[in-house]
């Protein structure tokens, strides 16, 4: 899927030729990620490998290593994770019992802090010029893993109010091999499955009035890419790892996965990110929603 940056709809004001912050029209679409973001899988996937790096005597993986893996599907069964973990078993052993450690925690996992509340103010809100606010899941899980991390009762409930066929998972058809985050594919599909079922009459989604939402430094990047806005909303140990990068993480500029197209990417200082510590009081005015 080819785009050509933040020239779909119309481009906010520029910071450089105005001198002051750019000016978007009002967010119509909400695009989430999911884990570390909706639910508290950064912490049960640490919990998965320090149980199988204990066992073997070594080190718990810190964040420095896990900042480098984030995001990147299969990441775990790299160079950067067993050149650290040194671990004496094989990386297909390593997978199998990680593959169990992951059935036996994933079921475990809950929404973390002010998900359902923002959801549910979603899906009743209206922008600022009175159209609705839609919202729709771009995660790079796979269906299987999507399966078992939603199986509690508290998470199933709240991603029921992400309508199905808004959700797009990591082995979508439709997203081409080897173009997940921090490729915009996905998000760009995510907006597409929410366009295709607008009533007749209402305007198409701009990607510029889209507003992703991140935990992971490759997610922001991949929202950049796609011409939306974004929020990201990093663990804290993620967040500690990037101190003094983060105008970096919200341009969509710290290179850790080369990917090219770099016109895709944003300017550092120039509006179209920002960095929250939660979801808990989101700021809906600041992006012209309206809920209540």
């Known amino acids: ?31 989430f990620d999911m884990d570390g973001l909706l639910i508290n899988t950064e912490d049960l996937y640490t919990l998965c490998a320090d149980i199988i790096l204990t066992k073997y005597g070594r080190p718990r993986l810190p964040w420095s290593i896990k900042a480098q893996l984030m995001g990147i599907p299969g990441s775990s069964h790299g160079d950067t994770f067993h050149n650290w973990a040194q671990l004496p078993i094989s990386r297909e052993q390593f997978h199998q019992e990680q593959t169990e450690q992951h059935r ?3 079921p475990e996992c809950k929404p973390l802090p002010g998900v359902e509340k923002l959801l549910s103010d979603l899906k009743a809100a209206k922008n600022t010029d009175g159209l609705p606010v839609e919202i729709a899941l ?31 998972l990591g082995d979508d058809p439709r ?15 995510a907006l597409n499955s929410i366009n295709d079922g607008l009533p007749e009459g209402v305007p198409q989604i701009a990607p510029n009035e889209c507003l992703v939402f991140e935990d992971a430094v490759l997610g922001v990047e991949a929202g950049r890419r796609a011409g939306m806005r974004a929020v990201w909303v990093p663990h804290p140990g993620l967040a500690a790892e990037y101190n003094g990068k983060g105008k970096e993480v919200l341009a969509g500029r710290t290179g850790l996965l080369p990917l090219g197209d770099e016109h895709q990417l944003g300017d ?12 808990e009081d989101f700021p809906y005015e600041k992006f012209g929603v309206v809920v209540g």
């Open 138 to 168: 771009a995660t790079s899980s796979e269906r299987r893993n999507y399966e078992m991390k939603t199986s509690h009762a508290e998470t199933r409930t709240v991603f029921d109010l992400i309508p199905e066929n808004h959700r797009v």
């Open 175 to 189: 997203v081409r091999r080897g173009r997940g985050k921090p490729a915009p594919d996905i998000y760009l599909l």
């Open 268 to 279: 550092v200082d120039d509006g179209w990110a920002e960095q929250l510590s939660s979801l």
């Open 1 to 31: 899927m080819e785009h050509t940056g933040q020239g779909h709809g119309a481009a906010p004001t520029s910071q450089v030729e105005a001198g002051k912050p750019p000016s978007f029209p009002p967010i119509r679409a909400c695009l």
């Open 104 to 106: 036996i925690h994933f």
